[in-house]
């Protein structure tokens, strides 16, 4: 990776200063997913309640992660994963207003074969594309640009511990998250909701169908394929019922 400017430097310190960092969090809402995303956000309010224990894969800066902790309340858990450094700190610095019910994790989350994860830019070298899976940018593809901690879902969560919902948002290492949680949706059968971007990604839905589970899109329609193209999906036990999204 090349060398930030002096600028971009003199900003990442910035950011990192207490009295930004608690401005931050005063004015953060988590407002911008329920502009950019209504119908998966709709769907995770009208299923989880308060008390919920949920996990967020691919938090990013912490939208999911406020919605969800705020929802839930005092009682409640959120488990909040992001592999890049500089964007865990303004998850953390997002989330400082409910610190006590969300436990951020600077780790990717994969299949749990490796304790560290080559890490790779997306097409923009956005702080939201970063990923596990392969580079995209021009003259760097297939070129990790650091390395980071890795987990699985079935090693980081212990036996027995309720989970209400899990949302994956991996940007295309979806298949590898459901590699490792083979053990969570047969203990806790939470909710799945994932973001699908190509067919890898959808073929990893097999982990799920294997527990007893079927895919659906957000508004209740049952898939049996990803084709026409469906975004974000949910997979849902199929003992339990869920709130379908909806959008006014």
Known sequence: MSDPSPLKE?????????PVRFLRGLFFDGATVKKAEPDVWSFIERNIKSGARCVDVGANRGEFSFLI?????????????????DTVR???????????????????VSDGHTRRVDVFAGPNQSAAEWN??????????????????????????????????????????????????????????????????DQAEWE????????GYAMHDLHGKRLGSPKPFVFHCVAVPRE??????FVA
């Not at 339990?240 to 999204?245: D, G, L, W």
Request: glycine share 8%; net charge positive.
């Open 10 to 18: 003199w900003v990442r310190a910035a950011k990192r200063l207490a």
């Open 69 to 85: 902790a705020k929802q839930a309340g005092d009682s409640g858990q959120v488990y909040a994963f992001e592999l890049h450094p």
């Open 90 to 108: 303004l998850l953390r610095s997002n989330l400082w207003q409910y610190r006590r019910r969300v436990k951020t994790e600077n780790m990717a």
């Open 132 to 197: 596990i899976v392969g580079g995209t940018t021009p003259g760097q593809e297939g070129k990790p640009q650091f390395s980071a901690p890795a987990t699985s879902l079935d090693a980081y969560l212990p036996p027995g511990e309720r989970i209400d919902l899990v949302k994956i948002d991996v940007e295309g290492a979806a298949g590898k998250v459901l590699a490792g949680m083979t053990r969570v949706p047969c203990d806790a059968r939470p909710l799945v909701v994932l973001e699908i971007r």
């Open 204 to 211: 990893g839905r097999c982990h799920l169908e294997t527990a």
């Open 240 to 245: 339990r019922h869920a709130q379908c999204a």
